[in-house]
């Protein structure tokens, strides 16, 4: 059962990262639809668009909250591991468990304020006023969900770790 889960939790991370790679092609061909505009006039009295810079930095934040599950998952997060390797492999493994048990709790904190920060933004009606005006909340929305994603992760991190090979992990070491 918990095996199916996991596949199924998989499939939707898979779209995420997806959904994350479109986001990028989205941002890509507005950029270069905003240079192109500002440098060949094109359209008359159409030179860039105005709010191109506003909406790539808000697609960068979105790829990034959409990816970060994935990657975990994937074990292509960053990733320091020189003194696990030194470590006896038992020692290793501990530090696994202590590093997993505090990125969960880390990223439960995050997901908990995220949502009291968005439940905030919402109840006080705030704008994000620039070249666009919209709900703050819409901004902030991807973090605390994000967050939950990666908290739900860990708990199948922390599972593959007590089902495998009590050592380190090997996804994601450094090259030596």
């Given at each position: ?33 905003d240079v ?61 468990w202590v ?78």
């Amino acid at each position: 059962m918990i095996e199916r889960v996991s596949a199924a939790w998989g499939r939707l991370l898979n779209g995420f990262a997806l959904l994350a790679c479109a986001v990028v092609l989205l941002m890509t061909l507005m950029i270069c639809g905003d240079v192109m505009l500002r440098n060949v006039r094109i359209i008359p009295g159409v030179q860039g668009i105005a709010w191109a810079n506003e909406v790539s930095e808000w697609m960068l934040y979105l790829i990034t909250m959409l990816a970060a599950p994935w990657l975990l998952r994937r074990g292509q997060h960053i990733r320091v591991d020189i003194l696990l390797r030194a470590l006896p492999r038992k020692a290793g493994w501990l530090c696994e468990w202590v590093s997993d048990a505090l990125g969960l709790g880390c990223c439960i904190v995050i997901a908990y304020y995220g949502f009291r920060a968005v439940f905030a933004s919402f109840s006080g009606g705030s704008l994000s006023i620039k070249t666009l005006v919209l709900p703050e909340w819409w901004i902030l929305a991807p973090l605390p969900v994000a967050f939950v994603l990666l908290s739900v992760e860990m708990l199948f991190r922390m599972r593959r770790l007590a089902l495998g090979e009590h050592a380190p992990r090997d996804d994601a070491v450094t090259a030596g």
